[in-house]
């Protein structure tokens, strides 16, 4: 292997976030290397949350969050890996979180829009979100206007 990347740069209108392939004959410790690395880029400008289970800390990257809300009066962060409790308040998430990935959908949730299988519209205005692990929520009515919103400007 003599070290040399091919970089194709592409832009298009259609990916909100980057998008990287790696295309290789081998995952190996310089793929890795790699893939590290873009990580550590992308994550200092959204910072990794700590969660807690059992008193138990876990790293969580931003982009596995499916989404936040309160239970049980304690803040908690969905992933497809479990669930985590956080100890920070829903609007201190809100303020570290990506905010073209992540919205707010009622006074107690934030959701990942890319973790969303599909939005269900009703005759009566109200939406309700499927996540990828099957989990449903809805959106407060004061939300609808400001997720639909989201929505067109993604799609």
Excluded: C
């Amino acid at each position: 292997m003599n070290n040399i990347i091919d970089i194709d740069v592409i832009i298009d209108e259609e990916y909100i976030d980057p998008k990287v392939t790696i295309e290789t004959n081998a995952k190996n410790t310089y793929v890795e290397s790699i893939v590290d690395a873009i990580e550590n880029v992308a994550e200092n400008e959204y910072p990794i949350l700590t969660g807690y289970v059992d008193n138990n800390a876990h790293f969580i990257f931003q982009r596995d969050i499916i989404r936040a809300h309160i239970e049980n009066r304690k803040v908690i962060l969905e992933t497809e890996e479990g669930t985590y409790n956080v100890r920070k308040s829903l609007v201190a998430l809100e303020n570290i979180l990506n905010p073209t990935r992540f919205v707010r959908i009622s006074q107690s949730e934030i959701i990942n829009i890319y973790k969303v299988e599909r939005f269900e519209f009703d005759i009566a205005g109200t939406i309700g979100v499927v996540f990828s692990n099957g989990e449903k929520t809805w959106v407060s009515r004061s939300r609808v206007s400001n997720l639909k919103d989201i929505i067109n400007k993604n799609h």
